[in-house]
Nanobody, 116 residues
Framework: QVQLVESGGGLVQAGGSLTLSCAAS????????MDWFRQTPGKEREFVAT????????YYADSVKGRFTISRDNAKNTVVLQMSSLKPEDTAVYYC?????????WGQGTQVTVSS
């Protein structure tokens, strides 16, 4: 069993910055990818970013490229999403996710609200 807990969400003005963290427990990170997703009511859950075990392999959705940065600290079992130049369209509940074998593990989500 893996538990993922997001933190760092809140209210920020457009153009501002916010950093989200995801803490994993129940097991240490293995050679797995970690992902960030986000979801707004009425829309499907949207992929945001992913990072490989080494931290060297990253991929971002086009909508956040150049503004968001994903990183990880395996010793601390944490994954971080640094967000800058935030837009009202970034408003969503943000979730972290990992896959172990064929099982997906999700955090409870953290709300990010960007005001205009």
């Amino acid at each position: 069993q893996v538990q993922l807990v997001e933190s760092g969400g809140g209210l920020v003005q457009a153009g501002g910055s916010l950093t989200l963290s995801c803490a994993a427990s129940g097991r240490t990170f293995g050679p797995y990818f970690m992902d960030w997703f986000r979801q707004t009511p009425g829309k499907e859950r949207e992929f945001v970013a992913t990072i490989g075990w080494s931290g060297g392999s990253t991929y971002y959705a086009d909508s956040v490229k150049g503004r968001f940065t994903i990183s990880r600290d395996n010793a601390k079992n944490t994954v971080v999403l640094q967000m800058s130049s935030l837009k009202p369209e970034d408003t969503a509940v943000y979730y972290c996710k990992t896959r172990v074998g064929n099982t997906d593990y999700w955090g409870q989500g953290t709300q990010v609200t960007v005001s205009s």
